[in-house]
Nanobody
Framework: QVQLVESGGCLVQPGGSLRLSCAAS????????MGWFRQAPGQEREFVAS????????NYADSVRGRSTIFKDSAKSAVYLQMNNLRPEDTAVYYC???????????WGQGTQVTVSA
């Protein structure tokens, strides 16, 4: 059974940085695409970034491109989202998602809160 546990969310000042972690268990990372999504209060959940673990192909939302980096550590079965130059509009609950590359089955984590405020 695939399980995802996010961590690293916190209160950070505008312009600051943080790194979110997604610890994955019950899967072989190379069989999955791992993604980060976020949901702000009253808004739809939106895509942030993804990495295809088989070949490290990445994709970013326009809102975070150039400020964020998604990467993995296969030995630790973990995926990370490094976010720099944070803005108040980055405030949201951030979710990790694992999608099987062949079966298309997706699993979500429970989320971690990121708040960007002075």
């Amino acid at each position: 059974q695939v399980q995802l546990v996010e961590s690293g969310g916190c209160l950070v000042q505008p312009g600051g940085s943080l790194r979110l972690s997604c610890a994955a268990s019950g899967l072989k990372l190379s069989d999955f695409e791992m993604g980060w999504f976020r949901q702000a209060p009253g808004q739809e959940r939106e895509f942030v970034a993804s990495i295809r673990c088989r070949d490290d192909g990445t994709n970013y939302a326009d809102s975070v491109r150039g400020r964020s980096t998604i990467f993995k550590d296969s030995a630790k079965s973990a995926v990370y989202l490094q976010m720099n130059n944070l803005r108040p509009e980055d405030t949201a609950v951030y979710y990790c998602r694992a999608t099987h590359l062949v079966l298309g089955r997706a699993t979500w984590g429970q989320g971690t809160q990121v708040t960007v405020s002075a």
